[in-house]
Nanobody, 122 residues
């Protein structure tokens, strides 16, 4: 099994930056894709970005393009989400996920972390 643990969440002012980490253990490289999702109170879980673990190809939801960057460190088996120019609407619990398909649908992913809270003040 793959175990995922998110970290790096916190409180930041609008326009600020935050870097999230997702440490993976277990059969990490058995998953072809890793992704970030987020869920705000009262809303469904929303796709943010995905990355192909071996190839590095990325895809972002339109609302974060140009502001967020997904990346990985193979040696540390860790995925990152660099978030710049943060907006209050970015406030959510952020989750990392792993699966065999590049997808914007949460049900396509097999493994999930526990989530880390990101709060952006006005």
């Amino acid at each position: 099994q793959v175990q995922l643990v998110e970290s790096g969440g916190g409180l930041v002012q609008a326009g600020g930056s935050l870097r999230l980490s997702c440490a993976a253990s277990g059969r990490t490289f058995g998953s072809r894709y890793m992704a970030w999702f987020r869920q705000a109170p009262g809303k469904e879980r929303e796709f943010v970005a995905t990355i192909h673990w071996s190839g590095g190809a990325t895809y972002y939801v339109d609302s974060v393009k140009g502001r967020f960057t997904i990346s990985k460190d193979n040696a540390k088996t860790t995925m990152y989400l660099q978030m710049n120019s943060l907006k209050p609407e970015d406030t959510a619990v952020y989750y990392c996920a792993a699966g065999q398909t590049s997808s914007s649908w949460s049900w396509q992913y097999d493994y999930w972390g526990q989530g880390t809270q990101v709060t952006v003040s006005s």
